[in-house]
T-cell receptor
Framework: NAGVTQTPKFQVLKTGQSMTLQCAQDMNHEYMSWYRQDPGMGLRLIHYSVGAGITDQGEVPNGYNVSRSTTEDFPLRLLSAAPSQTSVYFC??????????FGEGSRLTVL | RKEVEQDPGPFNVPEGATVAFNCTYSNSASQSFFWYRQDCRKEPKLLMSVYSSGNEDGRFTAQLNRASQYISLLIRDSKLSDSATYLCVVNIGNQFYFGTGTSLTVIP
């Protein structure tokens, strides 16, 4: 039962570098989403997708890009990393009862 | 104004105690409501959905008051294993809004 799988679990970047956080789910969920979690802020929605080929912005989309070419995969791209993007990133998909299933998280540090 | 507000705590309670958490939400169009549990440095996991009529799952009871726009979680007979952060979550359409979480520590 893989559920939602995120890679990498840890990453250190230098300011200005780009990278992609990978997210895959094997539950055939149409809805997938990315969140960042910062101390005292709670989880905030970055981008979401309601199906292959469809993406939309959440609360904090600036500095991030997404695409959804398949039902299973929903990668998050940081185009030019900034220290303000240091955070824990969670990918989640939505089940039939409306609940979210989360990956284990990716801890990103931008120096 | 934040969509979802929670008292961050911390709540430190002895084993066997009853503890209640409240959460308020600002958008009356909110459709679905959940409580999630998050252990330190782990991903959030669904504890329970919250229904208008209230619902119970073992030692956990969730209530929703749409008129006052608040959600509550009651934990009875607290166990050491209940120590975690509890997140209140509200869903509007395709967006989910999370509270900052309430920290609970159950003390032996």
């Amino acid at each position: 039962n893989a559920g939602v799988t995120q890679t990498p679990k840890f990453q250190v970047l230098k300011t200005g570098q780009s990278m992609t956080l990978q997210c895959a789910q094997d539950m055939n969920h149409e809805y997938m989403s990315w969140y960042r979690q910062d101390p005292g802020m709670g989880l905030r929605l970055i981008h979401y997708s309601v199906g292959a080929g469809i993406t939309d912005q959440g609360e904090v989309p600036n500095g991030y890009n997404v695409s959804r070419s398949t039902t299973e995969d929903f990668p998050l791209r940081l185009l030019s990393a900034a220290p303000s993007q240091t955070s824990v990133y969670f990918c989640a998909s939505r089940g039939g009862s409306g609940e979210l299933f989360f990956g284990e998280g990716s801890r990103l540090t931008v120096l | 104004r934040k969509e979802v507000e929670q008292d961050p705590g911390p709540f430190n309670v002895p084993e066997g105690a009853t503890v209640a958490f409240n959460c308020t939400y600002s958008n009356s169009a909110s459709q679905s409501f959940f409580w999630y549990r998050q252990d330190c440095r782990k991903e959030p996991k669904l504890l329970m959905s919250v229904y208008s009529s209230g619902n119970e799952d073992g030692r956990f009871t969730a209530q929703l008051n749409r008129a006052s726009q608040y959600i509550s979680l009651l934990i009875r007979d607290s166990k050491l294993s209940d120590s975690a952060t509890y997140l209140c979550v509200v869903n509007i359409g395709n967006q989910f809004y999370f509270g900052t979480g309430t920290s609970l520590t159950v003390i032996p």
